[in-house]
């Protein structure tokens, strides 16, 4: 392998990739908010080694199509991992303006990660299919909604089995753990330990993609709504039109003027200190009503509330004879005509 003929450049590897390693465990077992200037620092740091980390096994040609996962050396295999760790920490990152494009870069450091473990036959899984988020078609046809259930079903179904093998595998890393570390472990198990280790981030990849289309999904559709509100506040900000009349010429416009009867000559207050001045108000220009008037004015209206004391005792009578025909039949009380 091309790994084996460097000699130079082999030690910094495994530094790179352990330190980096150690930057993400912490990054993601800390208690501070993902904002915070330490984890961010962290988070840096870690994307600044898994780059370095990332050109060195392009130059060495560590992994190649020609290969199989039996031709990789046992302590190789875990550099695999840095595609997926590059995901992992560009997911940290925390910039709102900069969230989709994030998003897009975490997606595609997934993508490649499981890609190149699904050429390896690391584990039995399926790719996630590349989505046009932009041209999403919906329709309401049977088939669709049938097919839609379907891969829904299935993807449940699936999310089960990795949650499944998620437990088995951490269970056996634990148990694989002290003894690689330690230097005690032979060649198996180390290989052993780390496509566990594969698998279990094929199961995070998996999981974070489909998180990732959601999310961005989620951002493509408030960008769009935004982008209509800015429009239509646009379209409020423009200043009014100013009314105009078609005519045929100057004259007809002088004549009829701007299509109603006047136009405004004066205000309110205007008007009210020229009819003041004039005498012309209701206080001023007409006659205070005398006492006879107002006579006049409560004998009429102690005749209507007499006429309506009159109505309501001609109301309750009726009602109270109706009353008396309903408790009463027919010939109650003639004593003539009994049998």
């Known amino acids: 392998m091309a790994a ?4 130079l450049q082999l030690p910094r590897l495994p ?5 980096s390693q150690q930057l993400l465990e912490e990054v993601e077992v800390m208690d501070e908010p993902t904002g915070s200037r330490t984890i961010q620092d962290k988070v840096c740091k870690g994307l600044d080694l898994l780059e370095q980390a990332a050109e060195m096994l392009s130059q060495l040609d560590l992994f190649s199509r020609n290969e199989d996962l039996e031709d990789i050396c046992s302590t190789d295999l875990k550099y695999l991992m840095v595609p997926a760790f590059q995901g992992a920490l560009t997911m940290k990152q925390v910039n709102p303006s900069k969230r989709l494009d994030h998003l897009q870069w975490a997606r595609e450091y997934f993508i490649n990660y499981l890609t190149h473990c699904h050429y390896y036959h690391v584990a ?5 299919k590349t989505k046009n988020n932009t041209a999403e078609i919906n329709t309401a046809s049977s088939s669709v909604a049938c097919a839609n259930l379907v891969a829904m079903a299935s993807q449940r179904k699936a999310k089960i089995e990795r949650y499944k093998q998620k437990k088995e595998v951490e269970q056996r890393l634990s148990a694989l753990k002290s003894a690689v570390e330690s230097g005690q472990a032979d060649d198996e198990q180390v290989r052993e330990y780390y496509l566990l280790h594969l698998r279990r981030w094929i199961g995070i990849s998996l999981e974070e993609v489909e ?3 959601q999310e961005i999904k989620i951002l493509r559709e408030k960008d769009s709504s935004r982008e209509a509100s800015t429009s239509h506040s646009s379209l409020q900000d423009r200043p009014p039109l100013k009314s105009f009349i078609l005519t045929r010429d100057n004259t007809q416009a002088k004549v009829f003027g701007a299509g ?3 136009l405004a000559t004066m205000t309110v207050s205007d008007w009210y200190e020229q009819h003041q001045q004039c005498g012309a108000l209701p206080d001023q220009g007409i006659a205070k009503a005398t006492s006879a008037d107002f006579k006049r004015v409560a004998q009429q209206q102690e005749d209507e509330e007499k006429e309506r004391e009159d109505n309501e005792k001609v109301l309750h009578r009726a009602r109270e004879w109706d009353d008396w025909k309903h408790t009463h039949p027919r010939g109650y009380g003639n004593r003539q005509n009994m049998g």
């Open 4 to 7: 084996s003929e460097d000699g």
């Open 124 to 128: 039995d899984f399926e790719l996630p």
């Open 15 to 19: 530094e790179l990739f352990e330190s």
């Open 211 to 213: 998180c990732i289309d």
């Open 260 to 262: 109603y009867p006047s």
